[in-house]
């Protein structure tokens, strides 16, 4: 599911805590938006 929704799975990701950090360095190169969801 992950892979169908790329954008979506990336925003799930950092609110569970749990793979916060696998998608964080990639979601900082395809979405800049990205580090605003990792600080909040």
Do not use: F, L, W
């Amino acid at each position: 599911m992950r892979d169908s929704c790329g954008k979506n799975g990336k925003r799930e990701t950092p609110q569970r805590g749990t793979s916060e950090e696998a998608p964080e360095p990639p979601a900082e190169s395809e979405h800049p938006a990205a580090e605003i969801y990792v600080h909040v």
